[in-house]
């Protein structure tokens, strides 16, 4: 069974099958578009389907109905992941802004605006792990969690660029920029290609790295200072660049579910799932430039 977490999963994937359109490609609009085996989001209602496949059964489809060709009108465009990311990275954007405005960081205000970071931060963790396990998207949620995790980002944009350095976030942003338009080119012009081994490899790699960052956490909540040294000096370095080429491989991941899902005909809502993954993917790749920018500016 494949997990349902977007940040730890994409659609697509299976231990029957590998990555989906990789052994059968996708046909325009047909009925054998949904008796693919390797299409996840395949008709279901039909004997021809291998039961072993866990993605040989559409969920969204009504069970028993006829065979029909594919069409336009409620399946995911490029349009649609387009409009839904920009809404989803817009509400990330605009409250980041009025965090920053309304929530100072100045001595008098700092713990009270630290406080609200944190909590806001922490609400949007639990409502994405919610996102994550459900079924299907649930805009309402997946924008509430936009809202607060730019809460989160601006008051610590506000502290880095008070306290380490002016124009470190200017140049965050613009790093995010180019490590998302560097894949997105690479990713088309097939210098990365997204199978198993590659979804295997980025899967563990991620994994080992979240697990050496919650065990550097808790030395340094129990230890004081910053725990192993993961987040500090060369070792800070080495991470930064590690969890930034981490996110780089996310959005190759990201990308891939977005070309598969319109090409297999995904719902539109689906686009929803889509611009969740890609706000989780640029959040990882902006708080990791500004971590290590602020630990190269702090070393000067």
């Known amino acids: 069974m494949r997990s349902r977490n977007p940040v730890f999963s994409r659609r697509g994937f299976s231990r029957d099958n590998g990555y989906a359109g990789f052994n059968a490609a996708p046909q325009a609009g047909g009925p054998a578009v949904g008796t693919q085996q390797g299409n996840p989001y395949a008709q279901g209602g039909t004997s021809a389907q291998p039961t072993g496949n866990p993605y040989a059964q559409n969920p969204y489809a009504q069970q028993g109905a006829p065979q029909a060709p594919v069409t336009t009108g409620g399946v995911m465009t490029m349009d649609d992941v387009v409009a839904r990311t920009a809404t989803t990275l817009g509400t990330v954007v605009v409250t980041a802004v009025l965090s920053w405005l309304l929530l100072p960081v100045d001595e008098a205000n700092l713990n009270k605006s ?81 199978n198993r081994r590659f979804y295997g490899f980025v899967m563990a790699a991620a994994l080992g790295f979240v697990l050496l960052m919650a065990v550097n956490l808790l030395f340094s909540v129990f230890g004081g200072g910053d725990g192993l040294g993961f987040r500090s000096g060369g070792l800070g370095i080495m991470f930064g660049v590690i969890g930034i080429i981490l ?15 319109i090409a297999y005909g995904a719902p539109r809502e689906e686009a929803w799932l889509a611009a969740f993954g890609l706000t989780l993917t640029l959040v990882w790749i902006y708080l990791e430039f500004l971590r290590l920018l602020s630990i190269l500016n702090s070393s000067d």
């Open 114 to 194: 630290y406080g609200i970071a944190i909590g806001a931060g922490l609400v949007a963790m639990v409502l994405a792990l919610v996102q994550s396990f459900k079924r299907r998207p649930m805009p309402a949620l997946i924008l509430s969690y936009a809202a607060l995790e730019g809460v989160f980002l601006g008051v610590i944009s506000s502290a880095v660029s008070t306290y380490i350095a002016d124009g470190v976030v200017a140049q965050a942003v613009l790093g995010t920029m180019a490590v998302f338009a560097g894949v997105l080119v690479a990713y088309k012009a097939g210098w990365i290609r997204v």
């Open 247 to 261: 996110g780089a491989c996310f959005l190759a991941l990201d990308f891939k579910q977005v070309e598969d899902g």
